[in-house]
């Protein structure tokens, strides 16, 4: 294995292996598709197609349609993730040396999945829970809102759905209190959704991709369900060059030890990500929050 210094970007045969990962981690990622993030930026363009189609008699004038062509542009935010390990991993071979970038690789495909959704449902940085200037996510777009009735949730799914422009629905996100409250649900004849009981994640719901996450409820959300076109309306993605670091000496990461005198090493990585909501009419979120006129 090459030497790791400053900037070197992580090995190739890792990098894939851990953005699938993140799947594993983020509802955003399983319920909907990746695309790759220039650094950039992309910019997608949505066409919006009013009206209906026209039949028109022979001989007679065809009417004009009207289209709409809105740019979204899904620009790549930077994230990090740092571990200290024993600073054996600057001696010891490549076989040793790629089993510790393996464990790293897995922690940081749990931080990024959950950054994928807490940056993309909530608009915050995880690490300080600070909003993000000029961010669009779930909470500061999507306008479809249904109140929550933990006696109900299924009901409150449904409303949700009744809010829709055109009634698609390919993906649900729902917090664990939430996915509780289902499997809870019974009647004469048994439990109505046992998908959802003891901590259960279902990787279907009537058909629907789902996802129970504690990331739909972060810091305390009103979140409790998002429901809508997760495959046409979101897209999310990563810039292909994920950078590695191996710092040796200091507290880079504040953590109030330095490394050389408890023989660490601290490994850093970064990745640019990038999550667009291309159609916040296709959303509905079931929150516990007070709902806007």
Not at 200 to 209: D, K, Q, T, V, Y
Not at 255 to 281: F, Q
Request: proline share 4%.
């Amino acid at each position: 294995m090459a030497a790791l210094t400053a900037g070197t970007k992580f090995p190739t045969e890792l990098v894939r292996e851990m953005f699938d990962k993140t799947k594993g981690h983020s509802a955003l990622a399983k319920l909907s598709g990746q695309t790759p993030i220039a650094f950039s930026g992309n910019t997608v363009f949505v066409f919006s197609v009013d009206g209906e189609a026209s039949v028109v008699g022979e001989g007679g004038a065809k009417p004009a349609g009207s289209t709409t062509v809105t740019p979204v542009v899904i620009k790549p935010i930077k994230v990090i993730y740092q571990s200290r390990v024993t600073d054996e991993f600057l001696k010891c071979a490549d076989e040793k040396r790629l089993e510790h970038l393996r464990n790293h690789a897995e922690g940081f495909a749990k931080k990024i999945g959950r950054a994928i959704d807490i940056i993309g449902i909530h608009g915050v940085d995880p690490a300080s829970k600070q909003a993000i200037s000029g961010f669009k996510s779930f909470d500061s777009e999507v306008t479809n809102k249904v109140s929550y009735n933990s006696s109900k949730p299924d009901e409150n799914l449904d409303d949700a759905v009744a809010l829709l422009t055109d009634g698609t629905v390919t993906g649900l996100a729902v917090s664990p209190d939430f996915a509780s409250a289902m499997g809870k649900m019974k009647t004469a004849n048994g439990y109505l959704y046992p998908e959802y009981r003891f901590g259960r994640n279902p990787e279907s719901f009537e058909g629907l991709a789902s996802d129970v996450n504690s990331t739909v409820a972060f810091n305390s959300s009103d979140d409790k369900a998002i429901v809508g076109d997760f495959a046409n309306a979101l897209k999310w993605g990563f810039a292909e060059d994920v950078t590695f670091e191996v710092i040796e000496y200091g507290d880079p990461d504040g953590a109030g030890r330095d490394l050389k005198r408890y023989n660490e090493v601290l490994l850093r990585s970064e990745a640019y990500i990038g999550i667009g909501i291309l159609d916040k009419d296709a959303f509905a979120i079931v929150t516990n929050g007070t709902i806007s006129a």
